[in-house]
């Protein structure tokens, strides 16, 4: 039997200075257990000073935070995410090569330029175990054929999955995308699962929301629509940022999947199990939410109440031309100089990401298109 154990947004944006053996000191057994622990590796390990144009906040760890991904027993990174590519090329490509110098893969990432292919291919006890990793589009995913993060297309994993599938013994997808917050699969995201999985994945995996999400059981393949944070000492958010789970896939003759909760950097920069009566309460949230997600009528009410609440504000964004604006353009000014840059990259990322896009089409809508 194989044990490969998932964690989510694994973001170590602290001091070298501050960094200690007991971080991960209560996953001791968990990660000793393992065959293989993958994570979502969410900012980039650099010493590049200046980040990338773009909207929201840029993250980054120093290079010799490295040592906390070596103390939770890191074996692969995934770095198809949303702030990857926070301090450009030059920030990946030396995230890259301290994973590598410290004996950690790295999957997700297009147009490398060392050779190697965005997903990765691990013989564990013998099986030759497939990893593929997409995000969604914000400003990590870059032009056709530029080095970046690993965008999710339909039409690409049309042919690649079943491309790598017939090399492998099991695929596993890793999927990073969905409503920051938001604790439930959007509609077209549980598409998106079902159709990674109809096309050769074994399993899928997601992250991104900083929340967990429930899970399905679909033609027999596990698939998890978010793991919630992994390791994020980021300040001033909401109880449920610092809840997340490990997903720990048994492989045998198919895939058994079980979650192990807890805590992380609530009080202090630490992951802790919890204790039995929160265990209870969370096996209770996870198994509601999987309801819900398993009623596609259900899933499509709890969205649409979401988009009631976020409509507004999306809305907010992506307009703003007003009459003079609309002038200027009538007289032949160009979009750059109506519209500011920080106003043009709001739009642009509203509009490419799919969590972002559904939302917007939604609100305008009235309901969930079908």
């Known amino acids: 039997m194989i044990r490969l154990l998932i964690s989510g947004d694994f973001a170590p944006i602290m001091n070298p200075a501050e960094m200690r053996e007991d971080h991960f000191y209560a996953l001791k057994d ?3 257990g393992a065959d293989c622990h993958i ?6 390990l650099t010493s590049v000073e200046k980040p990338i144009e773009k909207t929201g906040p840029a993250l980054k760890s120093q290079p010799g935070v490295v040592k906390l991904l070596k103390n939770a027993r890191v074996d692969i990174a995934c770095l198809a995410n949303n702030h990857i590519f926070d ?18 893969a790295t999957l997700g990432i297009v147009n490398r330029g060392d050779g190697n292919k965005s997903w ?3 013989e564990i006890k013998g099986k030759k175990i497939g990893f593929l990793n997409y995000c969604e589009h914000e400003f990590s995913v870059r032009e056709e054929g530029e080095f970046g993060a690993d965008g999710y297309d ?20 890793i999927y ?3 409503n920051e917050y938001y604790p439930l699969p959007r509609p077209g995201l549980k598409k998106v699962f079902h159709y990674l999985a109809d096309l050769g994945a074994d399993a899928v995996i997601g992250h991104h929301t900083h929340v967990i999400s429930g899970y399905e059981i679909y033609k027999e393949k596990p698939l998890v629509y978010s793991l919630g944070n992994f390791f994020f000492p980021y300040k001033n ?3 449920e940022w610092h809840l997340g789970m490990l997903c720990k896939l048994y492989i045998k003759e198919n895939i058994e999947v079980e979650f192990i909760p807890f805590q992380q950097c609530q009080f202090e920069s630490k992951v802790n199990l919890l204790n039995n009566k929160d265990k209870q309460l969370f096996n209770e949230k996870i198994e509601l939410l999987s309801l819900l997600i398993s009623n596609n009528d259900k899933l499509d009410f709890k969205w649409n109440e979401f988009v009631k609440e976020k409509a507004k504000g999306y809305l907010k964004q992506i307009s703003g031309v007003g009459y003079w604006r609309k002038i200027l353009l009538k007289l032949g000014f160009p979009l750059t100089k109506v519209l500011s840059a920080d106003k043009l990259r709001t739009i642009q990322n509203l509009m490419r990401c799919q969590s972002h896009a559904e939302i917007i089409a939604s609100s305008i809508t009235g309901r969930v298109k079908q």
């Open 39 to 44: 994570t979502n590796l969410e900012c980039p």
């Open 237 to 239: 958010e909401p109880e």
């Open 120 to 122: 990765l291919i691990k």
């Open 30 to 32: 968990i990660l000793l």
């Open 176 to 178: 990073h995308g969905g």
């Open 154 to 173: 339909p039409i690409r994993c049309f042919y690649e999955i079943p491309t790598l599938r017939p090399q492998v013994d099991y695929l596993i997808v």
């Open 87 to 104: 301090y450009g090329e030059t920030g990946l490509q030396e995230t890259i090569k301290i994973c590598e110098q410290n004996g950690i």
